[in-house]
């Protein structure tokens, strides 16, 4: 290795598979750097010194130990091309088993593809404790053989792509298959034809011998050429168990781009390639291929859902839809409803060109009853703007996406109308497109809603001993509603009463009865639900009399 002389002690290499012949035979070998070690280590935030291997690798990934989740970047030294540009290398656990299926839950960074490369240098926000880089060398990638090249099944099996250099580790467990969840494997974009196959593999090595999973994470996986490959072992037309979204592999199938889809979307040949799968792999589980479905969560950190939680989502989905990540990326999650089209339709619908859109909300967070107003602005390819042109204002408040208002563009390329929201929901503008223009999207919004509660005539007097009537409404309706009284004790307010309400059709009836001659309020409360946000009155002082 070279390193600085003060370096060169700290740095230990761990050979984890010793190659009979290193063009014949896959092997991985890891780095523990100096900043593991203590030795020339670079202070969170500033770049670690440049780090030469003593092989040449093909795929890197980062693991550590503690809760530490650091924002990483890499760069790596490539055989006659220097150094690469710098990545971001993904550390989040979202991609990992279900817990309690014994495979191992690792707190590790995805596995980035580097093509051929001898030397890495990163940067991490924080220190983590028990740092290792993780190497795969899979041969010589740019003479290796290409499956697509030849005449095959439509999906290139393990065995093409060189599964033998990555045995499972136990046999497959089997669930279901309701939807499919659509990942990216946040790999650098500039790979080759002849490269792709040798990517599986080297990600699959990550997955085994970094991770500890029993396997590659994913069902199925396709590159940029639009090439499809098998994933993880149990067969192709079987429901096997992954580790691609936490809380849901048993309920669906996961499949990833091998790419990087956070400022570049999926090629023409990738959703072609992925809408034949999702169509292919539904069907063969006798599900419907469009239209909402009932998953029910198995838990665990890196999921949003805690376990028995029941959501409901498209056929396809993206893995943010379901976990706690941005994964597949933005372009390509944007790209998602064009994926649906089609899988539901068969028909390719990849345009030549995509307008730009954008929206915003006048206000995120409003009350029941509240107009929103809506505005955006779309424009051309060439950032022009687009006069004269529909523009659709959808909501998604239990899972589906539907069309609540129609707006058309002004001569500057603006639009506006509004929105009464009966729930919380999500909020997006879809253009729809024209002969020379695909389809285009805005960013999805969140938009947040409040209960309205008035009481009538509160009181603000009372005899102790008496009963004080609440009477009030509250929309949108809700079953119950709590009533909290706080008595005023050395010097401060503290909560003396809580009781549920039961409500009837929106109207709101109860009483306390205040025992003491003392400063007391009250407030109406209606929790949080799966329409609405918390809310309140607010509090109604009350004397005696």
Not at 49 to 57: C, E, G, M, V, Y
Request: contains cysteine; aromatic residues 8%.
């Amino acid at each position: 290795m070279k390193l600085p002389a003060a370096a060169a002690a700290a740095v230990v290499y761990v050979l984890l598979t010793l190659p009979a012949t290193a063009a014949a035979k896959p092997f991985d070998f890891e780095l523990a750097p100096p900043q593991a070690a203590g030795a020339g280590a670079a202070s969170a935030g500033s770049a670690s010194p440049k780090l030469s291997t003593d092989h040449r690798f093909n795929l890197l990934g980062m693991r550590w130990r503690g809760r530490a989740v650091p924002e990483i970047g890499v760069r790596v030294r490539r055989p006659g091309r220097g150094w690469s540009r710098w990545v971001a290398l993904e550390a989040h656990d979202d991609h990992n088993p279900d817990p309690r299926r014994g495979e191992r839950i690792a707190r590790a960074s995805d596995p980035l593809w580097v093509g051929t490369a001898n030397g890495v240098q990163y940067r991490m926000s924080r220190r983590v404790r028990g740092l290792r880089l993780h190497f795969v060398n899979v041969g010589d990638v740019t003479h290796r053989a290409r499956a697509a090249q030849e005449p095959q099944p439509a999906i290139v099996s393990r065995a093409r792509w060189g599964a033998g250099g990555c045995p499972p580790r136990s046999s497959p467990g089997y669930g279901s298959v309701k939807a499919v969840n659509v990942h990216h494997t946040v790999s650098l974009n500039d790979y080759s034809p002849a490269e792709a196959p040798a990517m599986v593999l080297a990600i699959c090595r990550y997955h085994r011998n970094s991770n500890g999973w029993d396997d590659i994470g994913y069902n199925a996986l396709v590159d940029k050429y639009g090439v499809l490959y098998e994933g993880r072992a149990g067969g192709l037309d079987q429901p096997v168990i992954g580790a691609q979204a936490q809380g849901f592999n048993s309920e669906t199938a996961g499949i990833a781009s091998i790419g990087d889809h956070t400022s570049v979307g999926a090629t023409p040949q990738t959703l072609d390639a992925l809408a034949r799968y999702i169509r292919w792999k539904l069907q063969v589980h006798l599900q419907p291929l469009s239209g909402p479905v009932v998953l029910r969560s198995s838990g665990g950190s890196a999921t949003k859902y805690a376990a028995g939680a029941q959501i409901t989502v498209e056929r396809v989905i993206g893995h943010r839809d379901t976990g706690r990540t941005a994964c597949p990326g933005q372009l390509l999650y944007n790209q998602l409803d064009q994926l649906r089209s089609m899988v539901a339709s068969g028909v390719a619908t990849v345009p030549s060109f995509a307008a730009r859109l954008s929206g915003t909300l006048a206000d995120y967070r409003v009350d029941f009853g509240e107009i929103v107003p809506v505005t955006g602005l779309l424009s051309g390819p060439d950032g022009l703007p687009l006069p004269g042109e529909k523009v659709e204002v959808q909501v998604n408040g239990d899972g589906r996406w539907t069309t609540s208002r129609r707006a058309v563009s002004a001569a500057d390329g603006t639009f506006a109308t509004e929105l009464k929201p009966r729930k919380r929901m999500y909020v997006r503008m879809r253009f729809p497109g024209r002969p020379d223009l695909g389809v285009a999207y805005s960013t999805r919004l969140l938009l947040r809603l409040r209960p309205v509660i008035q009481l009538r005539r509160p009181r603000a007097r009372f005899t102790p001993g008496r009963p004080v009537r609440v009477e009030g409404t509250v929309a949108p309706r809700k079953r119950f509603v709590h009533l909290v009284l706080q008595q005023h004790i050395g010097g401060r307010y503290r909560t003396v009463g809580t009781r549920a309400v039961r409500v009837w059709r929106g109207r709101i009836v109860a009483s306390f009865v205040p025992a003491f001659r003392d400063r007391y309020r009250y407030s109406v409360v209606a929790k949080p639900d799966d329409d609405t946000d918390r809310g309140t009155t607010g509090w109604f002082l009350l004397r005696p009399r």
